[in-house]
């Protein structure tokens, strides 16, 4: 997959693509990330990119030719989805990041100081994504995010012993914890089922721990989870040694 990003900070994609995850995915070839600097497309002396916005009010507007000359460089790549990062776009969700997974060519636009002319928006762009309900100075950590979660299901990114499709959000609730040694910290023990290699039964209590762990913490997410599984799980909490529920994060869940 190719992501194309349209960036004024071309050096924070660059520092963000380099490591971990993503940097594995570019060597495997599985994903490219590049960059196009809109300070390129400037005609004048000074390279000028924006300008203050008419009526007044604060922060400098990209102007619309410097967008619409940079999108074209990214289309000659070929046909690309152009996806402007901004705050008044959907909110990411996993939905999302696996339908966006299914593309192979991405273009993202990040603003800085006041954003774009609204009317190359209107024109130049596919769709618009936010990260979040807040403000963030520029889309270049919006769009790492973007990458990197999206990259998390090209097939083969992540190594075999992880997989984005047991994390949290992926069927639906948040992951169930998990512990590594030593089995006993601060007097809190490993819940014994995790140690007994019946990996079936080992499941069973992760999808269970799952439900309560998304009903202690994120209840309205578990809409599309049958009520009686809901209840199942209630049913079983009650049944937890308070060691377990304590090791499990489950305290505050009053079952
Ligand atoms: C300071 S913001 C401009 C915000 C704009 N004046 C507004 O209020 O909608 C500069 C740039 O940061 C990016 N940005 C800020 N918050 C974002 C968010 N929540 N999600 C995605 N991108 C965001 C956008 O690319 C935006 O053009």
Known sequence: MKFQVITLFPELIT????????????????LSVS?????DFATDGHRTVDD????GGDGMLMLPEILEASVAKARESGPTRVIYLSPQGPVLTTDKVR?????????????????????ALNVLVDEELSIGDYVISGGELAALVVIDGVSRFLPGVLGHEASAEKD?????????????????WQGQSVPEILLSGNHPKIEQWRRQIAILVTLQKRPELLGAIPKAE??????????????DKEACGLGGLGL
């Open 99 to 119: 339908k966006l997974a299914e593309l192979s060519n991405v273009t993202l636009v990040c603003g800085r100081y006041g954003g774009i002319d609204q009317r």
């Open 168 to 184: 949290s959000f992926s069927n639906g609730l948040l992951e169930h914890p998990n512990f590594t040694r030593p089995r006993e």
């Open 15 to 30: 520092a963000g693509a380099s490591s971990g995850v993503l940097s594995q995915g570019i060597k495997k070839n599985l």
């Open 52 to 55: 203050r916005p008419f009526g």
């Open 35 to 39: 960059t196009i600097n809109p300070r």
């Open 230 to 243: 809901i209840e199942a799980a209630k049913a079983f909490a009650a049944g937890l040694s308070p060691g």
